[in-house]
């Protein structure tokens, strides 16, 4: 029915020439004929506005309807109709990426257009990693200053093979996954596999204090993921107390009532919850109390040059000491050096993470390993890491 009264009013605003077709899901597509790039700006703005005045009534709740457009030119240069479709999708994730409920008009010749593109490739080279089971998964090891804690505690990370074997490194493929939809695939994957090899390992589970795995805020866009989870938690058989989801600060704000219920729901089975990133953001403490959160990370932009710049040591001490008055574990990430260690363990942060403490490694190594040798690996490379 939403569709049918979102093609309506699209329509509405179209000459009978023109030529509206729904592509899929939510997407519609339109030709406007004899039509210059300014005019069909204009025309665009129209169905814009159009659909940002329509309350979409259902089972008694009104919804309120928004929508981003992409416009590119149809000339004689356009290399044909796979290309124009490139485009135009670019224009509209374009669109999206600059707040949404707008309009982005494209020549083909943009530069912001060559950007895109080139990320927007990485939709089907991750896509295709999938299929051919190029991901794997290493874990980063994370400690308490005096290197003794109670239990085993790491992080897990994504990696990814190209065909000839070697390694992307994730800077190159998660920002195009985020952006393209391909970041909850990612997350479901890791999930999927990370309580599989736990499952498979009982003496490194019991070992085990916490698994921390990272969550996009792209997954709490769709309605079937804490069932996917809650599933997986059941079908393997791990303890959900074993496990902590880690979710960044922008992403808990920005879906704050989906994360809200994803929590809840989690965290009744007995899984903890990490705020990554913290203070990137900048956001209103206020929605930390809405929040089953036990921990904080605070963001390693902070930390890496907590040394040598007297506001950022600043700034970690005042989130540290936000995360103390709401009896919250503090974690520091990017420790990479034995005075900025120091520093932190006088600040009193309760949990370190860095190439000081721990470079990743493979998780099938570490789940291969006797938990008392990891401990004295870690131990020996705080000593000797500089």
């Not at 990612?186 to 999930?191: E, K, L, P």
């Not at 809200?260 to 989690?266: D, G, I, P, S, T």
């Not at 040394?307 to 540290?320: E, F």
């Not at 990017?334 to 600040?347: C, G």
Request: hydrophobic share 40%.
């Amino acid at each position: 029915q939403l569709l049918r009264q979102v093609s309506d009013i699209i329509s509405k605003n179209l000459r009978e020439a023109d030529i509206l077709a729904r592509l899929g899901g939510d997407e519609f597509g339109i030709i406007l004929q004899n039509c210059d790039l300014d005019t069909a700006h204009h025309v665009a703005e129209k169905v814009r506005a159009s659909l940002d005045h329509l309350v979409f009534s259902w089972q008694q709740t009104s919804h309120t309807i928004s929508c981003s457009i992409g416009v590119v030119p149809i000339t004689a240069e356009s290399a044909g109709i796979s290309a124009l479709m490139k485009a135009a999708d670019i224009a509209c994730y374009t669109a999206k990426d600059s707040g949404r409920n707008r309009v982005c008009v494209m020549s083909m010749d943009d530069k912001q257009m060559a950007s895109q593109q080139g990320e927007m490739e990485w939709h089907n080279r991750i896509q295709t990693a999938l299929q051919d089971n190029r991901f794997f998964l290493e874990c980063q090891i994370i400690t308490p200053p005096t290197g003794r804690g109670k239990g085993l505690r790491y992080e897990v990370l994504i990696r990814m093979r190209s065909p000839d074997g070697s390694v992307v490194p994730p800077s190159a493929f998660l920002p195009p996954a985020e952006r393209y939809g391909m970041a909850s695939r990612i997350d479901r994957w890791v999930i999927e596999n990370v309580l599989e090899k736990l499952s498979s390992a009982p003496r490194h589970l019991d070992a085990l204090e916490a698994c921390h795995i990272n969550l996009s805020g792209r997954s709490f866009d769709q309605t079937d993921f804490a069932d996917f989870v809650v599933g997986r938690f059941h079908h393997y058989g791990v303890p959900a107390n074993k496990i902590c989801f880690e979710i960044t600060e922008t992403a808990a704000v920005h879906n704050l009532l989906e994360v809200q219920a994803f929590m809840k729901r989690l965290s009744d089975m007995g899984c903890s919850f990490a705020l990554d990133d913290f203070g990137s953001g900048l956001s209103s403490f206020g929605y930390l109390r809405r929040l089953p959160v036990s921990c904080l990370k605070i963001d390693g932009m902070f930390v890496r040059d907590i040394v040598t710049c007297k506001t950022d040591l600043a700034m970690v001490r005042a989130i540290h000491d936000i995360g103390r008055t709401m009896d919250m574990i503090t974690v520091a990430e990017y420790v990479e050096s034995e005075d900025a260690a120091s520093l932190l363990k006088e600040i009193g942060v309760d949990l370190l993470q860095g190439f000081w403490v721990h470079r990743p490694s493979s998780l099938d190594d570490i789940l291969g390993t006797e938990p008392s040798r990891l401990s004295e690996k870690v131990t020996h490379l705080k000593l000797h890491t500089t």
